[in-house]
């Protein structure tokens, strides 16, 4: 098979719902979603905490249905701690049943490879159903490659190597260094950083907020993957306006 130049957008830890600033959420949620226009790519991925909590309005779920609507390309959501896959989980709430054919949630808690054919492109992830020490976001990652891209996504802490606290859903250097995937989609952590190991590239994009370290924008990280390229992987940051309402309802100055 032909695996064929794609590009992904990746973004993590959305918090929609959550109770300090909604509106904020949902308007970086947009921004995203024009992003992934703005930058012509293939697809979306939200590496987990994509809702704050399970109690959040059937409002906020209907907003981001209509979100990834919009989106158009194939969107791929892995839950996280902050909406688990369990047993009272969020993603069988009714809104749901109205989600558009371009939504895909990984719901496999012991792991699960979802294809995207016409993007070459397979995606590996395990959904967090409890958020604890014995929880491993990367237990039962493929090993093996099948000549489509493999991208991973996982939701937890990554361990530095003197990291010696035991942490809920961890991930371990040695994990990442032996997975084999193109590019390793993370999520958990607010901010951006790169925790690639041995020639496996893995990501946190951060929080799109979190990641551009402004009110006014959003940052998601830009995943190019080219078969022929001399860099078969390129991780970028593209930082992207967010519509203000203060912005917006700014009177205009007294000499315009
Ligand atoms: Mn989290």
């Given at each position: 098979?032909?695996?064929?130049?794609?590009?992904?957008?990746?973004?993590?830890?959305?918090?929609?719902?959550?109770?300090?600033?909604?509106?904020?959420?949902?308007?970086?949620?947009?921004?995203?979603?024009?992003?992934?226009?703005?930058?012509?790519?293939?697809?979306?991925?939200?590496?987990?905490?994509?809702?704050?909590?399970?109690?959040i309005s059937d409002d906020v779920l209907n907003f981001f249905i209509g979100e990834m609507a919009r989106a158009?390309?194939?969107?791929?959501?892995?839950?996280?701690?902050?909406?688990?896959?369990?047993?009272?989980?969020?993603?069988?709430?009714?809104?749901f049943d109205a989600a558009p054919a371009n939504l895909h949630i990984i719901n496999g808690t012991h792991g699960q490879r979802l294809s995207l054919p016409h993007l070459t492109l397979d995606i590996w992830?395990?959904?967090?159903?409890?958020?604890?020490?014995?929880?491993?976001?990367?237990?039962?990652?493929?090993?093996?490659?099948?000549?489509?891209?493999?991208?991973?996504?996982?939701?937890?802490?990554?361990?530095?190597?003197?990291?010696?606290?035991?942490?809920?859903?961890?991930?371990?250097?040695y994990e990442i260094a032996a997975a084999a995937c193109d590019y390793m989609a993370l999520g958990h952590w607010e901010r951006f950083e790169d925790v690639s190991q041995d020639g496996v590239t893995a990501y946190y994009s951060g929080s799109p907020m979190g990641a551009a370290g402004s009110r006014n924008e959003v940052a998601v990280n830009v995943v190019d993957l080219d078969p022929v390229g001399e860099t078969r992987v390129n991780v970028s940051q593209a930082h992207m306006p967010m519509q203000s309402d203060t912005a917006r309802s700014l009177p205009l100055a007294a000499d315009d």
């Amino acid at each position: 098979m032909t695996r064929r130049k794609i590009r992904i957008v990746h973004t993590s830890d959305t918090h929609l719902g959550d109770d300090w600033d909604p509106a904020a959420a949902q308007k970086a949620l947009s921004a995203v979603v024009g992003g992934v226009h703005a930058l012509n790519a293939d697809a979306l991925l939200i590496a987990g905490d994509v809702f704050d909590n399970a109690r959040i309005s059937d409002d906020v779920l209907n907003f981001f249905i209509g979100e990834m609507a919009r989106a158009v390309v194939p969107v791929v959501i892995l839950p996280g701690n902050h909406d688990l896959y369990d047993s009272a989980t969020l993603y069988r709430r009714s809104p749901f049943d109205a989600a558009p054919a371009n939504l895909h949630i990984i719901n496999g808690t012991h792991g699960q490879r979802l294809s995207l054919p016409h993007l070459t492109l397979d995606i590996w992830g395990r959904a967090m159903d409890s958020h604890t020490p014995s929880f491993r976001p990367l237990a039962g990652i493929p090993t093996e490659r099948n000549g489509r891209w493999l991208v991973a996504m996982a939701h937890g802490h990554f361990h530095f190597p003197d990291d010696t606290e035991e942490r809920s859903s961890p991930i371990h250097p040695y994990e990442i260094a032996a997975a084999a995937c193109d590019y390793m989609a993370l999520g958990h952590w607010e901010r951006f950083e790169d925790v690639s190991q041995d020639g496996v590239t893995a990501y946190y994009s951060g929080s799109p907020m979190g990641a551009a370290g402004s009110r006014n924008e959003v940052a998601v990280n830009v995943v190019d993957l080219d078969p022929v390229g001399e860099t078969r992987v390129n991780v970028s940051q593209a930082h992207m306006p967010m519509q203000s309402d203060t912005a917006r309802s700014l009177p205009l100055a007294a000499d315009d």
